[in-house]
Nanobody, 118 residues
Framework: QERLVESGGGLVQPGGSLRISCTASGFTFSLYAMSWYRQAPGKERELVAR???????NYADSVKGRFTISRDNTKNTVSMQMDSLKPEDTAVYYCNAYRYYFRDYDYWGQGTQVTVSS
């Protein structure tokens, strides 16, 4: 069964750093684009960063230069290093796996809370 498990969230002060990770199982990880989304209270879920199966990356404008997404296909993990964190980065961060092969294959993790506060 397909599964995504996030880890590494927590409380950090403004300007600090945090690394969150997502471990996948139950599907061929290397064939999927992996993304991080986030959802703050009262707001819609938004795409933060994506890394494709060929390691092309793209980022939301709000995190460019501060966040870095990476993947390790040998460990079935995707991570995101978050630096220079701001209070507006506070949200639940969700891991997503997506592939289109005759139909959509779309999997989500349960989310991990990131809180940026002094």
């Amino acid at each position: 069964q397909e599964r995504l498990v996030e880890s590494g969230g927590g409380l950090v002060q403004p300007g600090g750093s945090l690394r969150i990770s997502c471990t996948a199982s139950g599907f061929t990880f290397s064939l999927y684009a992996m993304s991080w989304y986030r959802q703050a209270p009262g707001k819609e879920r938004e795409l933060v960063a994506r890394i494709t199966d060929v390691h092309t990356t793209n980022y939301a404008d709000s995190v460019k230069g501060r966040f870095t997404i990476s993947r390790d296909n040998t460990k079935n993990t995707v991570s995101m290093q978050m630096d220079s964190l701001k209070p507006e980065d506070t949200a639940v961060y969700y891991c997503n796996a997506y592939r289109y092969y005759f139909r959509d294959y779309d999997y989500w993790g349960q989310g991990t809370q990131v809180t940026v506060s002094s």
